[in-house]
């Protein structure tokens, strides 16, 4: 079984800066994918930015004020988020592309999310 904690959530007031890590655990082979998602009550989970072999993507909004990065040894995922804005509140989920060490396949999994709110 693998597991995802995230951690770093929090209040910050607009134009502010925080840092989200997650760290995947358990019987792992490899993870050739992980990002950020976000959500907000009543809408869709969307894109933040993903890692996948070493090609970064970001969703538009974000682009410019949110880093992705990771830490193969530790695997681990962070995102850098500078400017928050209000529109950036929701919880914030991480997500990964797993290959356990008892299978040959890619498993999707989830953390369990953490809340960001921007505001004054």
């Known amino acids: 079984q693998v597991q995802l904690v995230e951690s770093g959530g929090g209040l910050v007031q607009p134009g502010g800066s925080l840092r989200l890590s997650c760290t995947a655990s358990g019987s792992i082979f490899s993870i050739p994918h992980m990002g950020w998602y976000r959500q907000v009550p009543g809408k869709r989970r969307e894109l933040v930015a993903t890692i996948t072999s070493g090609i970064l993507n970001y969703a538009d909004s974000v682009k410019g004020r949110f880093t992705i990065s990771r830490d193969n040894d530790k695997n681990q995922v962070f995102l850098q988020m500078n400017r928050l804005q209000p529109e950036d509140t929701a919880v914030y989920y991480c997500?990964?592309?797993?290959?356990?060490?008892?299978?040959?396949?890619?498993?999707?999994?989830w953390g369990q999310g953490t809340q960001v709110t921007v505001s004054s």
């Open positions: 997500n990964a592309g797993v290959v356990p060490t008892t299978s040959p396949n890619e498993y999707n999994y």
